[in-house]
Every structure is written in structure tokens, then in C-alpha cells.
């Protein structure tokens, strides 16, 4: 079975904070990781991409990967009220059949308050 | 295209109906993949085609939902005789190789609500 799990929250976090999303996932043969930002009513953007082990930043933006604990994170320093969103962690499992596909977490809500 | 496209952006059916979805991918991307998402909800998976091969079908819910996918472009989601339950919106989305490199777009979406 391949899961990817995220706490659901909702996170809230003032403006200026850091925000911390976590996300595990269940198979060790998985490569690639996604996190999506998704605005109500509005479909997910991809905003961060990470394939090796450690940290991978982009603006305000830091993934964490670590595969021996099957446990990647995003990081959003000094959050923005535009950051408040809900984010989706989506894993890929490189091999077969299911070579492509993306198993999504169900979400963190993010809530940004000034 | 510049993005993901989806017809219609909004559909009310009645229940029983059939109805058509339909996507268009960027241009060149050569996997596409259908999901939905019910009011506060994760994304589910439905189908997903990739190149000439045989789509990956494990997700779709019943035999009441099929979908094709012709000239490795354009795709079209059909659900013959819809239910309650079908209400949701439906997302395409396209990946450039097919391997999962690189993620997928997602299109805006078909909000589905069966009356």
C-alpha cells in the first residue's frame, strides 16, 4: 500500500514565522517529491521539487528530504497572509507500472494572520 | 497550449445524465492523468495515459467512468449515468516525461455537481 501521510491541521502562524509542513510516505523505492500549493477553489501549483537527500531552497522556500526516514518537509520563512493556502505533498514511485503517477498527501492548511 | 485546458469549467447534470470532460495538455507532454477532488477532500486518482502505452485505469471507481486519450493529445473523461456521489471537481494535469521528473501542471478544473 502506498501512502503518503500529512497532518491535516490547520497550521497557524503569524506573519513573519516560520512555517513547517511535514509529510512521511510509505515506500523506500520512492524518488521523486512534490510539494503543491493549492488555494481554495483553485488547482494545485507546484512550487518545490526535491530528488536527493538534504535541503533544496528556493526564496523563501526550503525542502527537506531525508529517505532513510521516509520524511521530506517544507520550509516557509517569514510567511506571508499570501501563503496561507493548503499544501499537498505528492510522492512518486519510480518503477513499473506506476512509473509517473503521484500519490498525494491529503493536505496541510496553512493560515498565515498578520 | 501554454497550459493544462479543461472543458467545461463548470457542469450541472442531472442525475442519470452522461456527461463529457474533456482535457487538453501542453503541447509535447507526453503523460496526462485525471484525478478528483470531492468539497474538502484529498485528490483522488482516476486514469493515467502515458505515450502509445496502455493507460493505468486502477483508479477509476466503477465501470460507469471511462476515458481516452486520441492522437496522444487530447483526452476525454465520460461518466454514463451519473450519481450524487459524482460531484467534485475534476482536474487533468500533464508531465512532460511521463517518469515523474519534474511533476505534473494541473488544469483549473471541472466542478461536477449532479442534482
Known amino acids: 500500500q502506498k501512502e503518503v501521510e500529512q497532518n491535516s491541521g490547520p497550521l497557524s502562524v503569524p506573519e513573519g514565522a516560520i512555517a513547517s509542513l511535514n509529510c512521511t510516505y510509505s515506500?523506500?523505492?520512492?524518488?521523486?517529491f512534490f510539494w503543491y500549493r493549492q488555494y481554495s477553489g483553485k488547482s494545485p501549483e507546484l512550487i518545490m521539487s526535491i530528488y536527493s537527500n538534504g535541503d533544496k531552497e528556493d526564496g523563501r522556500f526550503t525542502a527537506q528530504l531525508n529517505k532513510a526516514s521516509q520524511y521530506v518537509s517544507l520550509l516557509i520563512r517569514d510567511s506571508q497572509p499570501s501563503d496561507s493556502a493548503t499544501y499537498l505533498c505528492a510522492v512518486n514511485l519510480d518503477r513499473g507500472s506506476t512509473l509517473g503517477r503521484l500519490y498525494f498527501g491529503r493536505g496541510t492548511q496553512l493560515t498565515v494572520w498578520p | 497550449g501554454a497550459g493544462v485546458s479543461q472543458s467545461p469549467s463548470n457542469k450541472v447534470t442531472e442525475k442519470g445524465k452522461d456527461v463529457e470532460l474533456r482535457c487538453d495538455p501542453i503541447s509535447g507532454h507526453t503523460a496526462l492523468y485525471w484525478y478528483r477532488q470531492s468539497l474538502g477532500q484529498g485528490l483522488e486518482f482516476l486514469i493515467y495515459f502515458q505515450g502509445n502505452s496502455a493507460p493505468d485505469k486502477s483508479g477509476l471507481p466503477s465501470d460507469r467512468f471511462s476515458a481516452e486519450r486520441t492522437g496522444g493529445s487530447v483526452s476525454t473523461l465520460t461518466i454514463q449515468r451519473t450519481q450524487q456521489e459524482d460531484s467534485a471537481v475534476y482536474l487533468c494535469?500533464?508531465?512532460?516525461?511521463?517518469?515523474?521528473?519534474?511533476?505534473?501542471?494541473f488544469g483549473s478544473g471541472t466542478r461536477l455537481t449532479v442534482v
Open positions: 494535469a500533464s508531465s512532460a516525461t511521463g517518469t515523474g521528473y519534474g511533476g505534473y501542471t
Open positions: 515506500d523506500r523505492g520512492s524518488q521523486s
